[in-house]
T-cell receptor
Framework: DQQVKQNSPSLSVQEGRISILNCDYT??????FLWYKKYPAEGPTFLIS?????DKNEDGRFTVFLNKSAKHLSLHIVPSQPGDSAVYFC??????????FGTGTSLTVIP | EAGVAQSPRYKIIEKRQSVAFWCNPI?????LYWYQQILGQGPKLLIQ????????DSQLPKDRFSAERLKGVDSTLKIQPAKLEDSAVYLC??????????????FGSGTQLSVL
């Protein structure tokens, strides 16, 4: 039972443009959401998070938006850079320290 | 600050053989996780420890997989005997484990296992 879904396996974007990665979840108990970035042969690294009491969190070029009623979140990267090319995983957590991951979206930023 | 350490980085074995992976979490992190990531999929939780106790092992195939976390620090994950479908990257992660909203997972580089 996949509680966190990323329906786009891959995304290609031109350098300088916006990248939008989407994530949907089914469990209404999730109240904390994270995005991780993964390069080949490395473990995932934390990118940005958002709590359910907010609908937006911004960190430099990265912004995460949360729509609780739709159980949907998205990660915006503006402007996209070639170094952003990686696999992006969203993860969701109920209060506590359990984490459920999506299947990932492979982002390619074309120079 | 030292990150999560895992070894080995790569392992190739034949089916029905045994294999063990080792993980050293970030110092002071009470919670340790083992995830399995099959190619093209997201990380799937195998087992979660809080100190040296098991919190969740509902997705661990207990007929062949075992894990322990002696003294609440290092952990080992063992597969015995291995099957072809066990080919995956095995990721260890840790978190502070205080159980409040806002925790983050820190991952090691993983062990890539190939079962032939």
């Amino acid at each position: 039972d996949q509680q966190v879904k990323q329906n786009s396996p891959s995304l290609s974007v031109q350098e300088g443009r916006i990248s939008i990665l989407n994530c949907d979840y089914t469990n209404s108990m999730f109240d904390y959401f994270l995005w991780y970035k993964k390069y080949p042969a490395e473990g995932p690294t934390f990118l940005i998070s958002i709590s359910s009491i907010k609908d937006k969190n911004e960190d430099g070029r990265f912004t995460v938006f949360l729509n609780k009623s739709a159980k949907h979140l998205s990660l915006h990267i503006v402007p996209s850079q070639p170094g952003d090319s990686a696999v992006y995983f969203c993860a969701a957590s109920p209060t506590g320290n359990q984490f459920y991951f999506g299947t990932g979206t492979s982002l390619t930023v074309i120079p | 600050e030292a990150g999560v350490a895992q070894s080995p980085r790569y392992k190739i074995i034949e089916k029905r053989q045994s294999v063990a992976f080792w993980c050293n979490p970030i110092s002071g992190h009470a919670t340790l996780y083992w995830y399995q990531q099959i190619l093209g999929q997201g990380p799937k939780l195998l087992i979660q420890f809080q100190n040296n106790g098991v919190v969740d092992d509902s997705q661990l195939p207990k007929d062949r997989f075992s894990a322990e976390r002696l003294k609440g620090v290092d952990s080992t994950l063992k597969i015995q005997p291995a099957k072809l479908e066990d080919s995956a990257v095995y990721l260890c992660a840790s978190s502070l484990g205080v159980g409040t909203t806002g925790e983050k997972l820190f991952f090691g580089s993983g062990t890539q296992l190939s079962v032939l």
